[in-house]
């Protein structure tokens, strides 16, 4: 990038000037490794990605002796990382030195990406500034607006309609069908209904732990599906899951995602996923 040539050449020709008219070396060589050590904001960014995975692996560890189906759990936080890192690239520039941010270069580029992606940023360089204090969280110095706070306070919740579920349930499988209702009818996450297997099921509710706090939940299965879910555990296994048995993989909830619904006409094209049915129920 054009502005981070400039820097490098200014520093190396105020290097060469100073080795001829300057004999403290101590001074050129302290010069020289400012030049060199940079930090950039893609160093920082790598480091908390690296940190990301052996965080999360570990925390999959124990969550899994506590009886947690991690099986099927993806890291959200590790791709929203990725997406980040992509995001500064674009942005800034490759090797983007920390030292040319301030306050109003953060201000502008934090209206460009989502408040989820500034609330990770303020997280990875508080973490980064507590192992060298020359990292400045600018982040963490954002102000949040009375606008930004009670502006969105009326806007509208995205739902699904009467008409738009009718439509839905008359346009998918028998098994698609039921596992939409069951969502529409519970307020679970797909990725918790995705793992709920036949012996997840007792006295007419789901068992299971909260996707993202992993407390124990209990759900009552709703009148208007009972009868089909019995008559689906009739025909399972213990370890098989309720909903596409078939449908194994890391990549389950994914697929299932996909195949099932996304790809179907009646949610292509359209602003609502199948994770509306929370907001819906």
Request: contains cysteine; positive net charge.
């Amino acid at each position: 990038k054009k502005h981070i040539a400039i820097k490098y050449l200014k520093d190396s020709l105020e290097t060469f000037l100073l080795s001829e008219n300057i004999k403290n070396f101590d001074l050129i060589n302290e010069k020289v490794s400012k030049t060199i050590n940079i930090i950039t904001m893609q160093d920082i960014l790598n480091k908390a990605i690296e940190q990301r995975k052996i965080d999360f692996e570990e925390k999959q560890k124990l969550l899994s002796k506590q009886g947690v189906n991690t099986y099927l759990k993806k890291d959200s936080v590790l791709g929203a990382y990725k997406s980040m890192l992509k995001s500064v690239d674009s942005y800034f520039g490759l090797n983007y030195d920390i030292n040319n941010l301030n306050l109003d270069i953060v201000e502008q580029y934090s209206k460009t990406i989502s408040g989820t992606y500034v609330g990770h940023f303020k997280s990875i360089f508080k973490a980064a500034n507590k192992k060298n204090d020359n990292i400045i969280n600018w982040f963490d110095k954002l102000e949040t607006t009375i606008s930004q706070k009670f502006s969105d306070i009326n806007k509208e919740i995205n739902i699904f309609y009467y008409p738009e579920i009718e439509n839905i349930q008359n346009s998918l499988k028998e098994e698609s069908k039921y596992c939409f209702l069951a969502l529409l009818y519970s307020g679970m996450r797909l990725d918790e209904l995705a793992s709920i297997k036949k012996q997840d099921v007792k006295n007419n509710c789901f068992l299971f732990f909260d996707s993202k706090n992993y407390f124990k939940k209990i759900i009552p299965i709703h009148n208007n599906i009972i009868d089909y879910i019995n008559n689906k555990m009739e025909k399972l296994e213990n370890e098989d899951y309720l909903f596409f048995p078939k449908c194994k993989g890391s990549s389950r909830v994914n697929t299932i995602r996909y195949e099932h619904f996304n790809s179907k006409p009646c949610f292509k094209n359209k602003k609502k996923t199948l994770h509306n049915t929370r907001s819906t129920f």
